[in-house]
């Protein structure tokens, strides 16, 4: 353990950690709300109305605490064997709440005759799971700044798992749409920190590897539910209620190895703790840890963390055009899990089971998509494109997308073989994959420091629309055929199809307008 005695004013600079965590993070939605409280401390500091202020003479007398280099006691020298501990515990948290988003749509046939509902109100139940993952972890987030990550992966866990069990008791369909959005309240909270925990102890140049397997987790997810409770729907004596079952088991497998397997990973905290821990043994009230002096309340942290990424979202062209695009994107993943099953139902005469195998193509699809961003990595080091380098993959991405949609849509047919089907699915996992790692990396890489807000502004925008289509979806086919309505959407994003090539070619000089994307090329010079 460092000790550093202040003699002068010096400037107090925000935990080296969390701000290079935003800078370099390679995917998604985990990542951009865990940074959001970072984000906060950046403004605050500059803003420098509401930071605690110490006189010339206090701080003379104040001593901070630092890790020396090297001690154990850093999340950043954690045992290669810990960061995989971490990192697996983490991401296997992540798998679970993307399952439940899947696999609780399979289980539509017996939980409405069991509950006397509609296919409706049930898939009211998705909506209310995705709203939960885009309205929660704007608030809840911040408090990972006071009490650290552990605590909250504890509590998210224990909080999603008892509403599970109270899904799984429902006794009426008002119960579970209730009881789904707490639960996507809980799941979020924690799915948004992973990929904060993940920049914490693995460096810029490791967090490759990490990284991909979080992202598989996040998207193979839903297919990985569905595939499972497609045969658990199927089986009499399961049925809807044993899916939500298995996920409590899950989630409490994942309670017991939490306190094994994980530590806490912010080092600010863990030097607050340890500067608490010295005042309380030597009486000597002079021993902090620096954020002490740099932190924000957690009001503002919270104000912040809710406005500052609405604001980037209506001002910024380049975060405003992105968050249209994977928004929609993720909205076609939930038409995806909401009409899978009807849709193999009615034109080839699936059971349950037999349905959700098909999901089989979500998972491949992923693996499919992580390959081609494997090549992307090599690719980004382009010397003379910057943060354009990462939209190689984007740009084919938007030609895939719209092509997978058109031959789900055209190959939906009795008279067409079902693997036609499977395969525009296939395509379009596989499109959606690359786009969501793309967003994510490249709105990192341009906005820095700000990036947590960026990226919080399309997470909100892509699950406020994984809330919205799910509720229009069966209505539409019903209208428009399973042809057309898919169609439709092809048509909307052959559209958006111009997004990454625009942001390739004149990214440069967009980014040059931006009031923040330009504060961080002056901050790296």
Not at 2 to 23: G, R, W
Not at 25 to 48: F, L, M, N
Not at 174 to 203: E, H, K, N, P
Not at 433 to 440: E, N, P, R, S
């Amino acid at each position: 353990m460092a000790v550093h005695q202040v003699t002068e004013e010096e400037p107090m600079p925000i935990d080296s950690l969390a701000t290079k965590s935003c800078a370099s993070a390679s995917v998604q939605e985990a990542v951009a709300h865990a940074r959001i409280s970072q984000a906060a401390e950046d403004v605050e500091k500059q803003d420098g109305e509401k930071t605690h202020k110490k006189s010339l003479d206090t701080l003379n007398e104040i001593t901070y605490v630092d890790f020396d280099e090297g001690d154990p006691r850093d999340p950043a020298n954690f045992s290669y064997r810990r960061k995989w501990a971490i990192t697996v515990t983490a991401s296997f948290f992540s798998l679970i709440t993307a399952s439940s988003s899947g696999a609780y749509a399979l289980g539509f046939p017996s939980m409405t005759r069991d509950l006397h509902a509609t296919r409706f109100q049930g898939t009211v139940g998705i909506s209310t799971y995705t709203l939960g993952f885009a309205l929660v972890p704007l608030v809840t987030t911040s408090f990972s700044e006071e009490f650290g990550r552990q605590p909250l992966y504890i509590v998210s866990a224990i909080g999603c798992l008892l509403m599970h069990v109270m899904t799984a008791l429902a006794q009426n369909i008002q119960t579970v749409i209730v009881a789904r959005f707490l639960a996507g309240a809980f799941g979020s909270t924690s799915s948004a920190m992973v990929g904060g925990s993940i920049a914490d102890i693995w460096a810029p140049y490791q967090r490759g590897l990490p990284m991909s397997v979080f992202a598989v987790m996040v998207l193979a997810g839903p297919g990985i539910g569905c595939l499972a409770a497609g045969w658990i729907e199927q089986n009499p004596h399961l049925e809807w209620r044993w899916i939500q079952w298995i996920h409590v088991i899950l989630l409490g497998v994942l309670l017991v190895a939490m306190p094994v397997c994980m530590r806490e990973t912010r080092a600010a905290v863990l030097l607050t703790r340890l500067a608490r821990k010295m005042r309380r043994e030597t009486g000597n009230a002079l021993y902090r840890a620096r954020v002490e002096d740099e932190r924000a309340s957690m009001r503002t942290l919270i104000y912040i963390s809710c406005t500052r990424p609405i604001y980037l979202l209506f001002t910024e062209p380049v975060v405003a055009s992105f968050s249209l695009w994977v928004g929609f994107a993720w909205g076609i993943l939930y038409v995806l899990i909401e009409s899978v099953g009807p849709a193999f139902s009615d034109i080839h005469h699936f059971n349950t089971g037999q349905t959700g195998t098909v999901f089989v193509a979500m998972i491949v699809g992923c693996f499919a998509g992580e390959s081609i961003q494997l090549y992307q990595e090599r690719l980004k080091y382009h010397p003379t494109k910057g943060p354009e380098a990462r939209l190689f993959s984007a740009c084919l991405a938007a030609l895939l997308f719209p092509a997978g949609m058109f031959i789900y849509a055209w190959t939906a047919s009795p008279s067409v073989p079902w693997i036609g089907m499977v395969i525009g699915i296939f395509v379009i996992m596989t499109a959606l994959f690359i786009l969501y790692v793309a967003v994510f990396t490249y709105l990192a890489d341009c906005y820095g420091i700000f990036a947590s807000s960026a990226l919080a502004g399309q997470s909100l925008s892509r699950n406020i629309m994984g809330t919205a289509f799910p509720l229009f979806t069966q209505q539409m086919y019903d209208r428009l055929t399973y042809h057309w309505g898919t169609s439709l959407f092809g048509f909307v994003a052959v559209v958006m199809i111009p997004i990454p090539f625009v942001l390739f070619w004149k990214g440069p000089a967009i980014r040059a307008h931006s009031k923040f994307a330009s504060q961080v090329v002056h901050h790296k010079q």
